[in-house]
Nanobody, 124 residues
Framework: QVQLVESGGGLVQAGGSLRLACAAS????????MGWFRQAPGKEREFVAA????????YYADSVKGRFTISRDNAENMVYLQMNNLKPEDTAVYYC?????????????????WGQGTQVIVSS
């Protein structure tokens, strides 16, 4: 089992920045990829970014490309999402996810573990 805990959400004005963190614990040695997803009220969960646990490959949704950066610290079992130039449409609950054996993917059903989420609100 892998436990994931997100932090760093909050209220920010449009154009501002936030850095989300995801702390992984448990059998993290069995994790192959990490991802960030978000879900706004009344909408489906959508892919934001993903990173391979063992190499430098990163993947982004078109809506956040150039504004968000995913990174990881293997030694600390942490994954981060730096969010710059935030827009009101970025408002959502952000979830961290881990895949046991699959590569990074934009499909939420391919992830095995999920955190509880952290709320991000961007005011206009």
């Amino acid at each position: 089992q892998v436990q994931l805990v997100e932090s760093g959400g909050g209220l920010v004005q449009a154009g501002g920045s936030l850095r989300l963190a995801c702390a992984a614990s448990g059998r993290t040695v069995s994790t192959s990829a990490m991802g960030w997803f978000r879900q706004a009220p009344g909408k489906e969960r959508e892919f934001v970014a993903a990173i391979s646990w063992r190499d430098v490959h990163t993947y982004y949704a078109d809506s956040v490309k150039g504004r968000f950066t995913i990174s990881r610290d293997n030694a600390e079992n942490m994954v981060y999402l730096q969010m710059n130039n935030l827009k009101p449409e970025d408002t959502a609950v952000y979830y961290c996810a881990a895949a046991k054996t699959r590569p990074p993917s934009p499909q939420p059903e391919l992830y095995d573990y999920w955190g509880q989420g952290t709320q991000v609100i961007v005011s206009s």
